[in-house]
């Protein structure tokens, strides 16, 4: 069952095509990742996917919907949700309140309920909390709960998007260069956080520029180059295709790495 | 009774003072609200003129109860602020603040030139109908209901967009509904207001809701800060109160406004009484 | 009578078109909205009424020396006022609200040290002479308007296409973040680009108020509404919009005061705004506008 698939998603800039035709397909459960190298259209993708940006041409489906036209907000309360590159946190807030932001998608009490102050409204508020602090637990935040957002460490900042992005239960976790500026023991930690978010049943959605974090991570890796899809696989197939090695290496590598393996036992 | 003429003058300019921090206080959370949610409108003025005038006229052309005319003084700002509001909320914020400028201006010019409401003299002889105590209720239950939407998941919203838009947007929040419903809310609170100090002045008149006044308003909600819905307030009761102590000299205080607004966007983005309201005890 | 009409909004729109390039230049290279600039059009204006008044110079002199003072006066308050704001994240907002308060301090001051009075032009500071042409009566101050106008913008489209400068300005416009990398000096830049756009609002207050022969604190605030509809309309940070719209404007408002009502000059600007932003908000001739969440 394909929880979220494109066809011909395409999006141009004047004079340029950052994403060209592409048909991605993402089944329900498991981690699954998008690399390729620098420039390649990763993040614009990643923008076509969750609505900061609008598609040239092209569909997204999640779950059955079409949600192409639709604007971020609404594909987040649809439940696909997303951390950023470059940490998006609400610095002025506490951890505990930047958690309880992500909660804003599940929470339905109105204006009346809330300045009344009718139970609905106080029931809700004690459970935010408490799925906040759930949330907190599982990315291992939960003493800083009280802390301010900006006083945290780069790893931990990274862990707290994560636990304000699966606070609201989200079905799809869309995580944007994750690894990105970590050190060999978060990225290690980080890795082990993803594996927990998806045995919990989340479908977690990578895209990535470290291949090595992604292959001992991902079921199925996607690889795109020029803004085209090239290649879709396991991270063992992936590896030795050609055409991804060209991407990755450039036409005159790939070549010498393919005599090489012919005249030795290649893998 | 008669009382001695210096106390009459002195009850008579107190009382001018407090309907003015009520009026103030009021214009400062019409202020308030939009900047919270990160947009920045300066039709304040002009809202508060159109519920004046319309107000006014209300009153006296039409002969309307005051419980009637006081809703209805709502009607146009709400009007004027969904024509300029609707078209901006998918542009950048630019176009609405410009927007808001050139509408004081232009409302200005048309009560200049418009003989029904006056013209250059404005309108007299509004009948007496506002108390100090509406307007100081008004302002209280404005204050509450902030301050009760303010600890909540609105609250938490509203923080996070000023904060980043984008950000807030991933997390599900709808920032073109907050930023139109904030709009239309400062739109009723400063035509209230207006329509309030109308019928508390007795007299309007064009000049009272232009640019220098919604520059004005602005400095109150800098001063302040924003970080609570009551720190515009005291901003504004503090620059309301400082004159007085400069009566002589209004050039000074509205240049002195236009510094503070320098400096508070410069050096002081908190203001001064803007602490963030604790939004979750731990 | 139409064509007398016609030229006379020709000739404000000129101005308009004047004051817009230069209040579109600095939003474009600068990513500014700089309120301030509307006190450069006072400022340009009471500068040549100083120069004729009490130096006795010509108009021929104080026309260019007010506008380069004007440029002056632009660099130093752009400087203490904008730089610290570049790299926030609210940049365009909070440039907003700076330069609002400080325009309002500037007026306020120069009101109070000046007096709200209109003042004038001393006579003879330009001939009351006039020429008709095909029935069209053209007045030598319009005359000067019209020179000063054509020769002003034919010289800042010859700076942006044909000199280094004008490069550098066109790239920091575009690729703000990638201009500075490719060796232009980013600070210079943006002080030339204050001086420019100063001089042309102070230009544009000059000549404005030689047509009017009318002269006070506040002129330069009630072009600003001018100036929003001009820069909204023609797009924001496109000077050929500025040039289109601006004198669209002019010749609007003249018809507007000729056959409706003058009073009603502001509230038909206003209203095009308005028509503007719900139907093509990106005006004339501006790219697609920036989205907000």
């Known amino acids: 069952m394909m929880l979220l698939t494109t066809h011909g998603l395409t999006r141009r800039y004047s004079g340029l095509v950052a994403v060209d035709g592409v048909d991605l397909a993402i089944p329900e459960g498991g981690i699954h990742a998008v690399i390729g190298p620098n420039g390649a259209g990763k993040t614009t993708l990643f923008n076509l996917l969750t609505g900061i940006v609008p598609p040239t041409e092209g569909r997204i489906v999640f779950d059955g919907q079409e949600i ?105 976790l869309l995580l944007d260069e994750p690894a990105a500026g970590m050190n060999p023991a978060e990225t290690a930690g980080l890795g082990d956080l993803i594996r927990r978010i998806a045995a919990d049943g989340t479908t977690v959605l990578l895209v990535e520029h470290d291949m090595h974090f992604v292959m001992g991570l991902s079921e199925t890796i996607s690889v795109l180059n020029f803004g085209r899809l090239i290649f879709t696989g396991s991270p063992r197939e992936v590896r030795s295709d050609p055409k991804v090695v060209e991407a990755y290496l450039g036409a005159r590598l790939a070549a010498k790495l393919h005599a090489h393996a012919g005249t030795t036992d290649g893998q | 009774m008669t009382i001695p003429g210096w106390l009459d003058d002195f009850l008579w300019t107190y009382q001018t003072l407090i309907h ?30 159109l519920g004046a005038y319309s107000g006014a006229l209300l009153s006296m052309k039409l002969h309307w109860p005051f419980a009637l005319v006081l809703p209805a003084s709502c009607v146009a700002p709400v009007l004027f602020a969904l024509a300029i509001g609707v078209p901006t909320l998918r542009l950048s914020g630019v176009y609405l603040a410009i927007a808001t400028i050139g509408l004081g201006e232009v409302l200005r010019s048309v009560y200049i030139n418009w003989d029904y409401v006056g013209g250059a003299l404005g309108l007299n002889g509004i009948p007496e109908r506002a108390e100090t105590w509406m307007i100081f209720s008004l302002l209280g239950v404005a204050l509450l209901a ?9 609250g938490r919203a509203m923080e996070a967009m000023r904060e980043d838009a984008t950000a807030a947007a991933a997390m599900g929040i709808n920032v073109q509904r907050y930023h139109l419903m904030a709009l239309v809310t400062s739109a009723i609170l400063a035509g209230l207001a207006g329509s309030l100090g109308a019928h508390e002045a007795d007299f309007i008149s064009p000049g009272e809701y232009g640019f220098e006044p ?36 209004p050039e000074i205080r509205l240049a002195l406004n236009g510094v503070i607004i320098v400096l508070a966007v410069l050096f002081l983005p908190r203001g001064l009484f803007g602490w963030r309201m604790k939004r979750r005890a731990a | 009578m139409l064509a007398q009409q016609m030229v006379n909004g020709v000739l404000l729109g000129a101005t308009y078109a004047l004051f817009a390039l230069g209040f579109t230049l600095i939003f474009g290279v600068l990513r500014v909205i700089n ?50 704001l570049r790299h926030r994240r609210t940049a365009e907002l909070d440039s907003l609200m700076v330069t609002l308060g400080a325009v309002l301090a500037l007026y306020s001051i120069m009101t109070a040290w000046l007096g709200p009075d209109i003042r004038r032009f001393p006579p003879g500071t330009i001939s009351a002479d006039a020429i008709e042409i095909l029935g069209v009566r053209l007045t030598a101050a319009q005359g000067l308007i ?139 001739f501006g790219r697609a506008v920036g989205q907000r969440a």
């Open chain 1, 68 to 172: 192409a036209t639709l604007p971020a907000h609404r594909r987040a309360a649809l439940g696909i949700a997303r951390t950023f590159q470059n940490i998006r946190l609400f610095s002025s807030m506490s951890v505990l309140e930047n958690v309880l932001t992500g909660m804003h998608p599940r929470l339905s009490s109105n204006l009346l309920a809330t300045v009344f102050r009718l139970p609905r409204f106080r029931a809700e508020e004690r459970d935010a909390v408490a799925s906040a602090r759930a949330a907190l637990e599982m990315v291992g935040l939960q003493a800083l709960a009280d802390s301010s957002a900006d006083a945290l460490s780069y790893g931990d900042q990274r862990r707290l998007e994560i636990a304000r992005a699966l606070v609201a239960a989200p079905r799809l």
């Open chain 2, 20 to 49: 003015d921090l009520g009026i103030n206080g009021l214009l400062a959370l019409a202020m308030y609200v939009v900047l919270a949610v990160g947009q920045l409108s300066l039709g304040q003025a002009a809202f508060m003129g």
């Open chain 2, 146 to 154: 902030l301050f009760l939407v303010g600890r909540s998941r609105f």
């Open chain 2, 214 to 249: 919604a520059v004005t308003i602005l400095s109150f909600a800098l001063l302040g800060g924003i970080g609570n819905p009551a720190a515009p307030v005291a901003g504004a009761w503090f620059l309301t109160l400082l004159p007085e102590m400069m009566r002589d000299l």
């Open chain 3, 35 to 84: 309120l301030t600039y509307g006190f450069y059009f006072s400022a340009g204006a009471f500068i040549a009424l100083y120069l004729t008044r009490v130096l006795g110079l010509n108009i021929v002199l104080a026309l260019p020396l007010g506008t380069i003072a004007a440029g002056l006066i632009a660099v130093l308050m752009d400087s203490l006022l904008l730089p610290r």
């Open chain 3, 146 to 284: 019209l020179l000063a106008s054509f020769v002003l913008v034919a010289a800042l489209m010859a700076l942006m296409k044909f000199t280094r400068l004008g490069l550098a300005i066109r790239a920091l416009a575009e690729k703000p973040d990638a201009a500075g990398l490719m060796g232009i000096n980013v600070p210079a830049t943006s002080r030339i680009v204050s001086f420019l756009s100063g001089a042309l609002a102070g230009a544009g207050g000059i000549l404005i108020g030689l047509n009017f022969n009318a002269i006070q604190p506040y002129m330069g605030e009630s072009m600003m509404l001018r100036g929003f509809v001009v820069i909204i309309v023609g797009g924001m940070g496109d000077s050929r919009g500025a040039l289109v719209a601006g004198l669209a404007l002019g010749i609007i408002e003249v018809l507007t005061a000729g056959y409706i009502d003058s009073g009603l000059k502001e509230a038909v600007a206003f209203a095009i705004l308005v028509v503007v932003l719900w139907t093509r908000p990106q005006g004339l």
